[in-house]
């Protein structure tokens, strides 16, 4: 009997094993690239002021700390553009675009800052092989010196200004 009893509780152990048995999920993490660019509320409009021969000697430069900061999930470019005013114009090309680390920079071993001159063709400023969460960028603007801007100026008492659309975008790498 207790042969019959050891037998049985086996095969029944067996059965209940067997009863359970394992499946799989396939579990898909899907990453998509985002990217986003602000520029600092404070500093949408930026102003080079030429008031003294010093000035028009030297260039005018408007540094604008933390000017940009962006989150990325993956290496970036951020490139920047300008649009070419109607009528009258200086030469676009000679303002300069001048990227530098802001408070909360990418680490500098993946990083690159170009300057570069306005113009009407995207050009990459600033390239980094990783991403970042809330990091600035310091942009300065810079105009030209030299006197290249003499004859610019209206023969008024007021000023003259020459407006520029500077659009920066950032894509993913």
């Known amino acids: 009997m207790r042969v019959k009893f050891l037998t049985a509780f086996f095969l029944f152990s067996l059965l209940i094993l067997k009863a359970s048995a394992q499946n799989s999920v396939t579990l898909n993490i899907n990453l998509h690239p985002i990217q986003t660019l602000v520029i600092n509320p404070s500093q949408d409009e930026v ?52 990227p530098s680390s802001g408070s909360k920079p990418i680490t500098q071993s993946s990083i690159v800052y170009l300057k570069k001159n306005l113009s009407d063709q995207e050009e990459p400023i600033i390239t980094s092989t990783t991403g970042g969460i809330d990091r600035n960028f310091n942009i300065s603007y810079k105009g030209a010196g030299a006197n290249m801007y003499i004859d610019y100026s209206d023969a008024s008492d007021t000023a003259t200004t020459y407006t520029y659309n500077v659009m920066y975008t950032i894509v993913s790498q």
């Not at 005018?60 to 009528?87: K, M």
């Not at 009258?88 to 675009?97: E, F, G, R």
């Open 47 to 98: 102003t080079l002021n030429y008031t003294t021969k010093e000035h028009y000697k030297s260039g005018v430069t408007s540094e604008q700390a933390d000017h940009l900061t962006i989150y990325s999930t993956s290496g970036f470019q951020i490139r920047v553009i300008s649009n070419e005013p109607l009528g009258k114009k200086l030469p676009s090309n000679s303002i300069a675009i001048i």
